[in-house]
Structure formats: C-alpha cells, structure tokens
C-alpha cells in the first residue's frame, strides 16, 4: 500500500479524478478511496445523458456517483451544465422540428433564441435544485473559446451571441445559491490567442457582474508543451482577476497533436518515455504545489492508464493504432516513476 496522494497534497489543494460509473468498484474504486479528495463524472453528467430528450432527465447514474462521493466523503465536481459536444439535437430544434441557425430576419433570431435561453434555463435550474447540496464545483460552461481565438461559433453562440453564457451563470447562481461555485472551463488556456480571449471575456463579463467564481484550466498536455513557464503564467494571469483556480482534467500525454508516431501496445512504452513523463510531472506539481494559494483543486481525468480517453483520439487519427499513458498508475494500476514524481518533497 503505497502512500496516499490525497494526505501528501491535504495542506495544499484536492486530489480528484474522473470516473465512469464501473470504476467506482474494483481496483480503480480503491484507488480512488485511498488516493483521492474528489471526483468528478468523466460523461454522465452532460446534458446528453442527462436530458436526452426534451423534459425527460435521466438521473440514475449521475445519482451513482453523488451517492458514491457522499458516503466516501469525497468532493464532488460537475462537469458540465453547458457544453457543444454531446448536447442533445433537441435543443437546437425549432417547434417545428427544423435546425435553428443563425437568421436574417431579426424577428426569427429572437425568437430562437429566447426558445433556446429558455430551454437552457430550464436545464440548468433543474440539474442545480437537484444537486446543490452534493456539488462543490460546478463547470457551468465549458470550451466556449475558440482555438485559434475569439468566440467558438456553436450552435449556441450562433443563436445567442454571448448570452447562453451569462444566461447559464445566473440561472446557476439563482438556484444554487451564493455558497454555489461556478467555474468557466477551457483547454489550452496557456496558449496564446485563446488565453487571452477567454482572459477578455471574463474580465469582460465579470464588470457586467456575471457570477463567475472560478477558472478550469483542464490541463490536457504533453510532455514539453506548453512549457511550464505558459503554464505558470496563465495560472497567474486568471488568479490576478481574483478568480479561484481548478486544474480539472490533466493528463499528460506521451505523444503530440495529432498523435503520431505511437506506441502499438503497452508493452511498446520504453521506460525511457516513462521517465521522461516523470520528470513533466515533478516538473508541473512542483509549480502547482508553489501556487497553492491560488490552486485549490487539482483533477486528473481518469485513475489508470488502462482507461483513458486520449486513446479514442488513436481511432480518430492513426487508424486505431497507439496506446497512450498519461497519469501516475499503470495499466495494471500500480504506481508509475510519474506517481514518485508527484509524491517527491524534493
Ligand atoms: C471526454 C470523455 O473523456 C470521453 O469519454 C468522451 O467520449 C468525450 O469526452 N474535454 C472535456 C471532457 O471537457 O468532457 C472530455 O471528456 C475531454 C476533453
């Protein structure tokens, strides 16, 4: 039984991790009792299992996992009320069923969009009345910057400009309350355009007074990029407009974007590249431990190497070929020379 994360790191922010319902049993279950301080749902709490169809919520599983962090004593983040993948297509239908877009009769595009505020509306107070008891930290969105910068042209954007954003929040903040932590999350918030456009936008919308509390960076990166400079200094950036600061998705993966050249299988993995992914990680948590002021949750999204989602992205670009093996336990969930980085005093 080796030490726990979860004591290392008590003094300075929470451990989490993101689960599929099955790994609350097993070895991934003790896992994450023993190492962790949180847990957030890697899809099951997305609108698209959520509310599939209009007015019908599928609770069960979502459910699953707010009892499981209760009993455990487990922070529980969510992840995510609002997002632009899986989103049901029923949002964006009109009463007649067709797609809404964006309208050049002025008349229509309002009604369209107060059609989809509303529906968002309803989506958000129903999940927040439910769960604002069980929820530390809520992703109200998520990914609303574009990559190369500027605002991401969704569906939700193209029918409600910036307000499906500011709708969310205070609908967030109406039925969740002000004790209700309410975070805007994004990818490559280190990397410039996007950074600072997500950086304008906050500030932008916190002088309107949206109650936006706190910044997810989520922390999908490789093993020299970005460097650990960008990384300190978005950190730094975000916690200067007094925000509170998540890390909610790391994970460091062994190859670029896309990934290729791959390893085949695990057993491909040289111990050199295990080293070297070590050294990333003593590397990060030695700048996330120096900014624990600022940090006050750290999540990795997944436990083991056996289950994570950088290799659907194998399937998407490299014909299915590579295994990836971004986080600290093995595929057979035994602690990697990563996980004796992040437990390093040094
Ligand atoms: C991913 C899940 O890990 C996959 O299982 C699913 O198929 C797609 O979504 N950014 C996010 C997460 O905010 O919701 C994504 O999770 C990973 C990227």
């Known amino acids: 039984d080796v030490d726990s994360m979860e ?34 749902a890697e899809n099951v709490m997305k609108p698209l299992y959520i509310q599939p169809e209009e007015g019908e919520f599928n609770w069960e599983e979502a459910d699953q996992l707010v009892e499981f962090a209760n009993e455990h004593d487990l922070e529980l983040r969510y992840h995510t009320l609002i997002w632009h993948n899986q989103v049901p297509e029923w949002f964006f239908l009109d009463e007649e069923g067709n797609e809404m877009v964006e309208e050049e009769d002025p008349e229509q595009q309002e009604a369209n969009k107060e059609l989809l505020l509303e529906r968002l509306e309803t989506h958000v107070k129903t999940v927040v009345e439910r769960y604002k008891d069980d929820v530390d930290a809520w992703d109200v969105v998520n990914e609303v910057i574009d990559d190369g910068g500027g605002m991401r042209e969704t569906e939700w954007y193209q029918i409600t400009g910036d307000e499906y954003i500011k709708t969310a929040f205070h609908t967030a903040r109406e039925y969740g309350g002000e004790d209700a932590k309410l975070f805007i999350n994004d990818y490559n918030t280190e990397i410039n355009p996007k950074r600072d456009d997500l950086y304008d936008l906050v500030k932008e919308m916190l002088d309107e007074g949206v109650p936006i509390d706190g910044i997810g960076h989520q922390a999908h990166i490789q093993l020299d990029w ?14 200067e407009l007094g925000l509170e600061t998540h890390i909610t998705e790391l994970d ?12 085949e299988t695990y057993e491909d993995i040289p111990e050199e590249a295990f080293e070297r992914q070590a050294e990333r990680y003593h590397q990060l948590f030695s700048l996330y431990k120096s900014l624990d002021d600022a940090i006050t949750s750290l999540t990795f999204w997944g436990i083991a190497d056996d289950h994570t989602w950088l290799d659907d992205r194998a399937e998407e670009f490299n014909d299915g070929v590579g295994k990836d093996a971004p986080f600290v336990f093995d595929v057979d969930k035994k602690v990697k020379p990563a996980y004796w980085a992040v437990m390093s005093d040094e």
Do not use: N
Not at 10 to 27: K, M, N, P, R, T
């Open 252 to 263: 460091v993966s062994l190859y670029g974007y896309p990934p290729e050249p791959a390893f």
């Open 7 to 40: 004591k290392q790191f008590e003094d300075s922010f929470d451990i989490g991790a993101a689960v599929e319902l099955y790994q609350l049993e097993g070895e991934h279950g003790e896992i994450l009792k023993h190492h962790y301080s949180s847990v957030v």
């Open 226 to 239: 970005p460097t650990i400079g960008e990384i300190e200094e978005s950190i730094l950036l975000f916690d």
